[in-house]
């Protein structure tokens, strides 16, 4: 298997950071309105999803 290093520049790396707390912000977000959760924050969202995974 072929592999491929490379380097990622630090201005470069925190804007994928930022790309990704958007997406999982929108991910909790979308999901908290399916569960009609709408009222709640994306953490709130968040320990809701973790509780209910942690019963199942």
């Known amino acids: 298997m072929l592999t491929k290093e490379f380097q990622i520049k ?3 790396k925190k804007r994928i ?3 990704i707390i958007v997406i ?3 991910s909790y977000s ?3 309105k399916g569960l009609g959760l709408d009222n ?3 953490n709130q969202i968040e320990d809701f999803v973790k509780n209910i995974g942690n019963l199942l």
Do not use: V
């Open 40 to 42: 709640l924050s994306n």
């Open 17 to 19: 950071e930022d790309k």
């Open 30 to 32: 979308y999901l908290g």
């Open 24 to 26: 999982r912000n929108n």
């Open 10 to 12: 630090e201005s470069d």
